[in-house]
């Protein structure tokens, strides 16, 4: 575990400087580890050190542009081999970090501009990132369904936990803080998984809209916005979906579909005395 958080801190302080053989060879040993049996810290650690050897490849295409091909076989390799250990894991502590790692690849993809994602939108709200084309498309449909399906999983696994939680006898409306301890691990996944798609979006633009985003996140998160009983973060995580493909969608039919969505609920919870700080900071920027 300290070996590989080593890698990953080295890669990290590097940045542009980490030699494209040198973060070859961290990704392969970090890769190695994702899947070590019966060490859930050793594998989840492996996953984030993995996203920061990406962070520090994407830093050298930044700063030399000759350096593409390492950065893309860097995300592609990280994308597949911590989506199959995120598809593997049994840890309901570990899994919610492999699930970030692959929103911070999906990070440094769409930060692969030179000066950064907000440089690159000042040159062109619409034009994917230089490094989206590291990421197959097909791949990329397969991870979002991934995710959306280990999304649902969790909202299965939360509302056994709220159950068994509530129907104990020693349980009352005073032990709230514990429900939300037990679920932290849940609500962790869902808030990475509501980030990787944004960055997937933020790094593929319009097509990633037209496709992964219509066809597995839109269905998936609109309908949180209508249902009454909807948990607060679920709505945040659902909103802030819906804002992201409005702002980064493009001329994307969904993007369309969902902004008077976005613009009406935003309004709701704005004129909400009850709404908090956090979602009420996500409708305003919706």
């Known amino acids: 575990e300290k070996a590989c958080d080593l890698l990953g801190e080295l890669a990290e302080a590097c940045g542009e400087d980490l030699p494209p053989a040198a973060a070859a060879s961290f990704a392969s040993a970090l890769a190695a580890c994702q899947t070590a049996p019966g060490a859930e810290n050793i594998r989840s650690t492996a996953s984030i050190s993995l996203g920061q050897v990406v962070g520090a490849g994407v830093a050298g295409f930044r700063a030399d542009a000759t350096r593409r091909s390492n950065a893309a076989r860097l995300v592609d390799g990280a994308l597949r081999s911590t989506f199959e250990a995120a598809t593997k894991e049994t840890s309901d502590d570990a899994r919610p970090l492999h699930v970030r790692a692959l929103s911070d690849v999906l990070e440094h993809v769409a930060q692969s501009h030179a000066g950064g994602l907000e440089a690159g939108l000042a040159s062109s709200v619409a034009a994917p990132a230089p490094?989206?084309?590291?990421?197959?498309?097909?791949?990329?449909?397969?991870?979002?369904?991934?995710?959306?399906?280990?999304?649902?999983?969790?909202?299965?696994?939360?509302?056994?936990?709220?159950?068994?939680?509530?129907?104990?006898?020693?349980?009352?409306?005073?032990?709230?803080?514990?429900?939300?301890?037990?679920?932290?691990?849940?609500?962790?996944?869902?808030?990475?998984?509501?980030?990787?798609?944004?960055w997937a979006l933020k790094a593929k633009r319009?097509?990633?809209?037209?496709?992964?985003?219509?066809?597995?996140?839109?269905?998936?998160?609109?309908?949180v916005l209508s249902r009454p009983d909807a948990r607060e973060k679920d709505v945040h995580a659902a909103l802030c979906a819906l804002v992201d493909v409005v702002e980064h969608g493009g001329a994307a039919p969904v993007a369309a579909q969902a902004a008077p969505t976005v613009l009406g609920y935003g309004l709701r919870l704005l004129a909400a005395p009850a709404t908090s700080a956090g979602l009420r900071a996500t409708a305003a920027y919706g």
């Open 206 to 223: 319009e097509a990633f809209a037209n496709g992964p985003f219509a066809a597995h996140a839109l269905p998936h998160y609109a309908p």
């Open 131 to 198: 490094l989206a084309g590291a990421v197959d498309d097909a791949f990329l449909a397969g991870l979002v369904q991934g995710l959306i399906a280990a999304a649902k999983a969790s909202d299965v696994r939360r509302s056994e936990v709220e159950k068994n939680l509530k129907e104990d006898d020693g349980y009352d409306d005073e032990d709230a803080d514990v429900l939300e301890e037990a679920l932290a691990a849940e609500d962790e996944l869902q808030s990475n998984v509501v980030n990787a798609i944004g």
